[in-house]
């Protein structure tokens, strides 16, 4: 189970933590991701980040932004977001992944974080 | 733009056979996946590297991978069918997940 949340309306320029709680499986041995969507889009992965939190990849669009971390002591996963701009609103999804890098996919997905980035 | 294409909308009755179709050098030599998301859902995983159902995907859901254009077959078409569908691949440069644009199911 994934449970997303710390989702809400932020600023543009503003910053925001997103937080997703993991359970039924072992968190610490896996990659796991963010996926977002804006509202009435396609899906686009964000960020990905090693089992043991020593490598970390971003989509271009938020590198420098973004940063993706975890805890494995608490099975926790974060994003965590600053300088957000408007065209980063969407629902954020935490996603486990297989067999990655190379590419890989997202086996078990949460019910997703909305965030809203407008002034 | 995408690194995959996929055809924005299919159509198709009660029964029937559904082929949606993803394309692009994203495929080649790379495998595909595919998720179904229903409204307001989170995405759902059908078919894992080309043609591979995980458990609980009912059989009616194939999948195959030609080099360039990934295809997913839904057999005998229910209502309960009726979402998007997106595949997936990695960006051939960076080795990053890239997902296509999506294709919405509709069930006449």
């Known amino acids: 189970q994934l449970i997303e949340s710390g989702g809400g309306l932020v600023q543009p320029g503003g910053s925001l933590r997103l937080s997703c709680e993991v359970s039924?499986?072992?968190?610490?041995?896996?990659?796991m991701s963010w996926v977002r969507q804006a509202p009435g889009k396609g899906l686009e992965w964000v960020a990905r980040?090693?089992?043991?939190?020593?490598?970390?990849d971003y989509v271009d669009s938020v590198k420098g932004r973004f940063v993706i971390s975890r805890d494995n002591a608490k099975n926790i996963l974060y994003l965590q977001m600053n300088s957000v701009r408007v065209d980063d609103t969407a629902v954020y999804y935490c996603?486990?992944?297989?067999?990655?890098?190379?590419?890989?996919?997202?086996?078990?997905w949460g019910r997703g974080t909305l965030v809203t980035v407008s002034s | 733009s995408y690194e995959v294409t996929q055809p924005p909308s299919v159509s198709v009755s009660p029964g029937q056979t559904a082929t949606i179709t993803c394309s692009g050098d994203?495929?080649?030599?790379?495998?595909a996946y595919w998720y179904q998301q229903r409204p307001g859902q989170a995405p759902v995983l059908v078919i894992l590297?080309?043609?591979v159902r995980p458990s609980g995907i009912p059989e009616r859901f194939s999948g195959s991978n030609s080099g360039t254009t990934a295809t997913l077959t839904i057999s005998a078409v229910q209502a309960d069918d009726e979402a998007d569908y997106y595949c997936?691949?990695?960006?051939?440069?960076?080795?990053?997940?890239?997902f296509g644009g999506g294709t919405k199911l509709t069930v006449l």
């Open positions: 039924g499986f072992a968190f610490s041995r896996f990659w």
């Open positions: 996603v486990r992944h297989l067999d990655t890098p190379p590419g890989g996919y997202f086996d078990y």
């Open positions: 980040i090693k089992s043991a939190g020593s490598e970390k």
């Open positions: 994203a495929l080649q030599r790379q495998y």
């Open positions: 997936q691949a990695a960006d051939r440069t960076t080795t990053f997940v890239v």
């Open positions: 590297q080309d043609r």
